[in-house]
């Protein structure tokens, strides 16, 4: 079975900086998806990032952007140019790939991220 | 586009109590998840349907919580009777039925027991 671990229940950061977010997971599959989710306190999840395992380039999403180590099964997320509105709960998650799966999300612990002005 | 709507957004019971929750898929989307969410952990698929069928429901506590999803549009969740450790956010999603497909989540609903 797929698992998803994230190691840093939270994290703080100065606003206009940076942060890194870490993941790690453990599969057998070759072929999978990888995501970030936000969760402010509204709570609906608002999907951040996707990384398709097949491709080397780390996807971008303006100030978002992934460090994906496929052999070391690690997923990061690193924000920069933090602002007051990125603090949330993010989760890191794992979907299996292929016509045969499900297509369900498997779901890391969460961080805790806080914004200092 | 509409998002996925649930109801009711809070909800507080006793143990013992039955309580229901709804969901509304975003319309065209054929795939729909429960997750539950307990305080300060990621959310956990109980159930998934595709249309009205069940595809996985292996982290159901079947001896008390039930959902159907009759024509397969709306579907709802029902704990009976509930329990302390039920308390958690419970989050609905859809997709269409494409396992690429983005999820899409509502807002939730949180469940109190005492």
């Known amino acids: 079975a797929q698992t998803v671990t994230q190691s840093q229940p939270e994290m703080s950061v100065q606003e206009a900086e940076t942060v890194t977010l870490s993941c790690t997971y453990d599969t057998s599959e070759s072929d999978y998806y990888l995501f970030w989710y936000k969760q402010p306190p509204s709570r609906q999840m608002i999907l951040v990032i996707r990384q398709e395992a097949y491709k080397q380039q780390n996807a971008t999403e303006n100030r978002f952007s992934v460090n994906f180590q496929k052999a070391a099964k690690s997923f990061s997320l690193k924000i920069s140019d933090s602002q007051l509105g990125d603090a949330a709960m993010y989760f890191c998650?794992?979907?299996?790939?292929?016509?045969?799966?499900?297509?369900?999300?498997?779901f890391g612990q969460g961080t805790t991220l806080q914004v200092k002005p | 586009e509409a998002g996925v709507a649930q109801s009711p957004r809070y909800k507080i019971i006793e143990k013992r109590q039955s309580v229901a929750f709804w969901c509304n898929p975003i319309s065209g989307h054929a795939t729909l998840y429960w997750y539950q969410q307990i305080l300060g952990q990621g959310p956990k698929l109980l159930i998934q349907f595709q249309n009205n069928g069940v595809v996985d429901d292996s982290q159901l506590p079947k001896d008390r919580f039930s959902a159907e999803r009759l024509k397969g549009v709306d579907s709802t969740l029902k704990i009976q009777p509930a329990k302390l450790e039920d308390s958690a956010v419970y989050l609905c999603a859809s997709s269409f039925p494409l396992y690429n497909s983005p999820l899409h989540f509502g807002n939730g609903t949180r469940l109190t027991v005492t």
């Open positions: 998650a794992y979907r299996s790939a292929g016509s045969s799966n499900t297509g369900k999300l498997i």
